[in-house]
């Protein structure tokens, strides 16, 4: 299988002291979405920041080894590896001062795109990938918090989308959302797989099972199981996996 | 959530035990009667299969309001999948006690072909096939069932067997056409009553080893062609 994404022997800490991730080895496959499950302060969270460098910027440090199509990523340009390696977070954050247009431009002027005659094609094919170009189109100058939290949600799947990533980070990117906004975003990210790579980390096995070809499972910063989705979600190989996914604690 | 789920279980693991026992009476009672030419014990008989039907119904409503409350995965989806499968073996075993219990009163009079056939002996193995089907799910015994799946070869030689000794009974005495058709279908009704006894037995192993391995032999026999 060609994977985009190879994590071998990764440790990660805060503080130097607070051991977080537990030497985590993980192939990614290019193309194909991976659900991270697992019980708060599992390491979920901290193992997608490790795969774009965020995990440096709240004070967090690393030893093992990542890479991202071949290349080191400590050695890549942090601003640099984010264009490629794209995030989207929990809670909607558009920029409340730009408009949705720029909004979704936002990252690709930061990479030195200029003029609206280079940036209008490259948002509108976003909008369109993130399945909200209809829906804005007559309203491309209005504020991007003016639009609906699964609206938002969209907005920052398109800015991160403007900027032509290889890889999508979602950290729990529908569980601030109602449920046709929560089903939309599943929608797309089916559809985004066609071109991208996708770790999504979720606290929703419903969704996990939905959206997901590889399900890994992290528990108090171990990597207990990674497999096919849909073998975890029927006869998990380990017993933590299954009372996890089953309710029986978490 | 998980103690609610919990009493869903056991509701549901409680009605289906109850069926279980009913199904287990009436067929005892069905294969008493075909043994022993005893037409007493089959008397009541088809009233106490109303409340097989109604218990047959619950499980499915209880089956359903679990996947849709509290969607299980894994261990407890195979159980619940296991359960409703279950739940139409043991309706269709209570309704094979009634279909036994009439051949059995038209054939009265023949009970010597019964004998003759090896329908008699065949009866007792599909009997116990179907208890030690239903205790081994109760019971999560693996052992059992596959006791159980091992019989049920035997069953189908003596079905066989019993087919041509009333073929050639007909063939010999045209007036034994009506009780030997008629036992023809009883045969055929206890091979199926071992049928299900192998379904179920099935159904333990699905859930709890996560294999299937219905139509295990037809499937190898044709990738071998």
Redesign the interface.
């Known amino acids: 299988m060609d994977n985009i994404i190879s994590v071998k022997n990764l440790n990660a800490y805060y503080n130097k002291k607070n051991h977080v991730l537990k030497n985590i080895n993980i192939d990614i496959p290019r193309n194909k979405v991976m659900a991270i499950i697992g019980p708060s302060g599992c390491g979920k969270s901290t193992f997608i920041r490790c795969l774009n460098r965020m995990h440096e910027v709240v004070g967090g440090t690393i030893d093992g080894s990542i890479e991202v199509d071949g290349q080191d990523l400590m050695k890549v340009d942090p601003v640099l590896l984010r264009k490629q390696v794209g995030m989207v977070f929990q809670k909607p954050n558009p920029f409340p001062t730009m408009s949705i247009f720029n909004n979704v431009a936002a990252g690709l002027r930061l990479n030195g795109v200029r003029g609206k005659k280079t940036l209008a094609p490259i948002v509108e094919k976003s909008l369109r990938q993130a399945a909200l170009w209809d829906e804005v189109k007559d309203n491309l100058d209005k504020s991007g918090m003016d639009l609906s939290g699964g609206q938002q949600q969209r907005l920052c799947i398109a800015r991160t989308l403007a900027v032509n990533p290889k890889v999508i980070l979602m950290d729990e990117p529908a569980s601030a959302l109602d449920p046709l906004s929560t089903s939309k975003i599943e929608d797309l990210i089916f559809e985004l797989k066609n071109e991208y790579t996708i770790v999504i980390v979720t606290h929703n096995?419903?969704q996990a099972?939905r959206v997901s070809d590889f399900t890994a499972f992290f528990y108090v910063g171990d990597l207990v199981e990674i497999s096919d989705t849909r073998k975890m979600?029927?006869?998990?190989d380990n017993k933590k996996t299954?009372d996890y996914?089953?309710?029986?604690f978490g | 959530?998980?103690e609610h789920?919990t009493q869903e279980i056991e509701d549901l693991k409680t009605n289906l035990f109850k069926m279980a026992a009913l199904v287990d009476e009436q067929i005892e009672r069905a294969m008493k009667s075909l043994q022993e030419n005893d037409l007493e014990i089959i008397k009541g008989i088809k009233a106490k299969d109303h409340e097989i039907d109604a218990y047959d119904n619950l499980i499915k409503t209880q089956c359903e309001n679990i996947l849709a409350i509290?969607?299980?995965?894994?261990?407890?989806?195979?159980y619940i999948m296991s359960v409703i499968m279950v739940n139409a073996n043991l309706e269709r075993c209570g309704d094979i006690a009634i279909n036994i219990s009439r051949r059995v009163k038209r054939t009265s009079e023949h009970h010597n072909l019964l004998i003759e056939s090896n329908l008699i002996e065949m009866s007792k193995i599909a009997r116990q096939m179907v208890k030690d089907s239903i205790d081994s799910f109760i019971n999560l015994d693996l052992d059992l069932a596959n006791k159980s799946l091992s019989e049920d070869e035997s069953v189908d030689e003596i079905n066989r067997a019993a087919f041509r000794f009333f073929i050639a009974k007909m063939q010999e005495n045209p007036s034994l056409i009506e009780p030997c058709s008629h036992l023809i279908v009883l045969s055929r009704l206890i091979e199926r009553l071992a049928d299900h006894a192998t379904h179920i037995s099935e159904n333990l192993i699905f859930y709890v080893e996560?294999k299937l391995i219905a139509h295990r032999k037809k499937l190898e026999k044709r990738e071998n062609e």
């Open positions: 096995m419903q099972s979600f029927t006869s998990p299954e996914i089953s309710g029986r | 959530m998980q789920y509290f969607q299980p995965v894994a261990s407890d989806l195979r996560a």
